[in-house]
Every structure is written in C-alpha cells, then in structure tokens.
C-alpha cells in the first residue's frame, strides 16, 4: 500500500548516517543486479503459472499433485501403525523431536517507553544514557522533593559515608564527610 | 446457460485484477505476472544466486499466492504478499538444494577476481566492475543470518517500505529495523570498499 506509507518509512532516517547508508546500499543493489531472464522465458514461466492456477487440476490445487498422494500415503501409515500400536498396547518410548536450531534472531529494539530502571549499582552510573544523545533540550534538574534516601552504606574505598544536605538555594547537594561514625552508622 | 463475465478495467488496480482472476479473466493474471515479475525474481535471485532457481522460485511463489489467496485476505498489498510467498520459497528452495551460496555463473569465484579481470580485459570495464561490485555485495550478503538476509532483500531488491517489511515476515517494525540495523553494519565494509573503487 504505497499510498499509505509515511515519509519516515519511504526514506527512513534519511538524514542520519544509517537511513543514508541503507539507502546507499538499496541503490547499489539496483546497480549490480545481474541480467534478467529474456521474454521468452517469462513466458515460459507465465505459462507454468497458468497451468497450475486455471488448469484442469482447478484453483487452490497445489502446484505438485504428487505431494498430495505422498501426504495422504503418509498419514495413512502414521494411522495404521497408531491403530497397531493402540491394539498391542507396546509401549516403544518415542523419542522426543529435537527442537530445530533457531536462526540467528536480533532482539527487537525497545522504544523508550518499553525500559523502566528499577535499581542500578552506583558504579555503572556512567554507563548509562538516558534520552536521546545528544540532549538538545533543557535539562532539568531533580528537586529534594523528588529524592529519597533509603539506604546509605559507607565507602568501600574511603570508608566515608554520604551526606545528604538539602539546601535553600541549592536544590540538592550531596557530598563525601569526612565524619567517623559507628560502624553500623545510619542505614535508612 | 452462459455465464456473462464482467471486463477486467484497463489500468486496473491489483485488488481489481484479483477480483477478476478469481472471475476468471485469464488476463488479470497476465497483467500481475508482468507487474511484480521482476521484484519477484530480484528476491529470489539474491537470496539464491542462481538464474534457474530464483526462476522456480518466482514460480512457485506466483502458484501459492494465487492459490493460497485465502492468507492474504488484504490485509496487504498483494506486493507484500507476493513477496513474502517467493522470499520464503527461495529460502526453503535454498535449503533443499543445499544453498549455493549465492554464487552466480557470472560471478567470480573466491580468489578469481584477478583472473577474471584478465579474461575480461577486453570487455567493457564498467560490466567488469559491475561484476566484481557484485560478486562483492553476494559475499557480504552471505556473512548475514537468513532473517536478516531476508529483511535486507526485501528492503533493497523488493523495495519495501518497513511496514511492508514487517507485514511480508510477520513481524514488528521495531524487530524490522533491527535486523536492517544488523545487516548495515556487517554490509558498511562492502559501502566502504565501492567506496574506494
């Protein structure tokens, strides 16, 4: 349905790299495309095409009346021998089907909207990117309100705990003391 | 007693030549055969690299769409659907016959490329070039999974839109533009060497 398509989707990511490299490689597979085959063997194939839809065998026949045969041959062995079976009652284990290997499938790619951050450790903050880089917006910055403390550990490396200092002017400022407190100082 | 059967219209669109295939005009069939016959055998070309099976691909692909209509029900374009039916025949073509890699008649084979540019000193260069340019994008296709060889054909040689490309494989666009993200980054070292002839 061409008429419906948006313009993302007909030139999709046209001004970044990879909209451009994909349409890049479109056309050169355009370009390198090996001769095709003559008129006469269209038509030849055209004819195949007309004799498996209009011909005698009629529509909705399949185009190989043999695997029609072969089919109902097959189950009728599948059904003697169930009939059989079900009759000496022997019980031959069946193996179980191996599963086929799946292709090599990629995740899907999760819309913003897919992801919710429930917990993360301290150490891979810099790792993560929220939004959409680079943020060409106004960052916003979270307000004490917006902050709760649910738990404090010490330092690993200093051995200094976290201070939470919420300010006037300042919306939040938090920062290393160099304060000694009890061992199991402040947990909640 | 007769049966009158309506005239198929000239210019008809695929949803009106379907309805008079179905009425029995012989010629809507004509008329769709020569529409989509080439991104048809372009599909199934590349995911075979061979002329006589992508043929019996294009083939088979025009029998099951057309007996199969039950599936398509319009909930695409017949495009689409065409080309899901003979992307998919290619590829259970491809397994049956043991997959030949893609590697076409006219095609150099691995290490004969210098050969081949002797042979063809007096050809053209550019249907030199042409050669070697798709012998290399065959190669770089080869090193892609078979669902993302497929996502890519049908986007580059089919020429459909990603909506299209996720109706034709039963998928989302996100999954869609996924696969396409996969496939252009393994498929960047061909960009960057076209780049460099």
Same mark, same amino acid.
């Given at each position: ?65 043999l695997w029609g045969i072969v089919g109902l041959t097959a189950a009728a062995v599948i059904l003697a021998s169930l009939l059989t079976r079900s009759l000496w009652k022997t019980s031959v284990p069946v193996p179980a089907p191996t599963p086929a290997p799946r ?86 | ?38 991104? /048809? ?9 061979? *002329? =006589?099976?992508? @043929? $019996? #691909?294009? +083939?088979? !692909? ?27 025949? /290619? ?9 030949? *890699? =893609?590697?076409? @008649? $006219? #095609?150099? +084979?691995? !290490? ?27 190669? /770089? ?57």
């Amino acid at each position: 349905m061409s008429h419906d398509r948006d313009t993302t989707e007909e030139h999709p990511g046209a001004d970044d790299e990879r909209g451009a490299d994909l349409l890049r490689l479109r056309s050169l597979c355009r370009s390198v495309f090996p001769p095709e085959p003559d008129e006469a063997a269209w038509q030849t194939l055209l004819a195949r095409v007309h004799a498996s839809v209009d011909g005698p065998a009629g529509r909705g026949r399949s185009s190989r009346p043999l695997w029609g045969i072969v089919g109902l041959t097959a189950a009728a062995v599948i059904l003697a021998s169930l009939l059989t079976r079900s009759l000496w009652k022997t019980s031959v284990p069946v193996p179980a089907p191996t599963p086929a290997p799946r292709a090599e499938e990629p995740f899907p790619v999760a819309e913003a909207d897919d992801v919710t951050i429930i917990s993360m450790d301290a150490r891979d903050v810099a790792a993560l990117v929220v939004g959409e880089p680079p943020v060409s917006g106004t960052l916003v910055f979270a307000r004490p309100e917006d902050i709760r403390v649910i738990r404090c550990e010490r330092c690993p490396h200093s051995g200094r705990f976290a201070r939470l200092e919420p300010g006037e002017e300042v919306p939040m400022f938090v920062s290393a003391a160099a304060v000694e407190l009890p061992d199991d100082g402040p947990q909640k | 007693m007769a049966t009158l059967i309506a005239p198929c219209p000239h210019g008809a669109s695929d949803e009106q030549l379907l309805a008079c295939h179905a009425a029995g005009h012989r010629q809507a069939l004509d008329e769709l055969f020569r529409r989509y016959r080439q991104p /048809a055998y372009r599909v199934a070309y590349r995911l075979l690299g061979h *002329e =006589a099976d992508a @043929l $019996d #691909a294009v +083939q088979e !692909g025009f029998i099951k769409a057309l007996t199969h209509l039950h599936g398509f029900q319009g909930r695409s374009s017949f495009k689409t659907w065409l080309l899901r039916v003979v992307s998919n025949a /290619a590829l259970d073509l491809g397994r049956q016959r043991g997959r030949r *890699e =893609a590697i076409s @008649l $006219d #095609a150099p +084979q691995n !290490g004969d490329v210098a050969s081949a540019r002797l042979l063809s000193a007096d050809e053209a260069g550019r249907g030199l070039e042409r050669a070697d340019l798709r012998h290399q994008l065959e190669q /770089a296709l080869a090193s892609l999974s078979e669902v993302q060889r497929q996502t890519f054909v049908l986007f580059a040689d089919g020429e459909l839109s990603y909506r299209e490309i996720a109706e034709a494989m039963q998928t989302s666009i996100g999954t869609v533009m996924s696969r396409l993200f996969y496939a252009r980054q393994k498929l960047r070292s061909f960009l960057s060497e076209r780049d460099g002839v």
